[in-house]
């Protein structure tokens, strides 16, 4: 009884964990939202104002960057985990032919 109780308290534990990272996600995300709520505000507001556009032009200039930047750590992330992929085979070929 006393290792069921354990296992218990473990999966409570980790699912205590799960909750608590979805909840830091959420408030990051709810965090990300009011700051892109506030930006397009005053993209909105100084958009027709010809004393911003320099600004204006550099902010899509950034923009544009900041998206090729993201496709690229995507990109890299899709073959980090291709490659961890191809590792994880690799190692359990090995040891396939080391149990033999």
Not at 74 to 81: A, G, K
């Amino acid at each position: 009884h006393e290792a069921d109780y354990l296992k218990s308290i473990a999966r409570i534990q980790r699912f205590q964990g799960q909750v608590e990272r979805r909840i830091a996600q959420c408030q990051g995300a709810y965090k990300d939202l009011d700051d892109w709520y506030v930006w397009e505000k005053a993209v909105l507001i100084n958009a027709d104002d010809p004393m911003a556009a320099p600004l204006m032009a550099e902010v899509k200039r950034l923009e544009a960057e900041l998206a090729a930047k993201k496709q690229e750590l995507m990109d890299l992330t899709r073959r980090r985990e291709e490659s961890q992929e191809l590792h994880k085979l690799h190692n359990l070929q090995v040891q396939d032919l080391n149990d033999m």
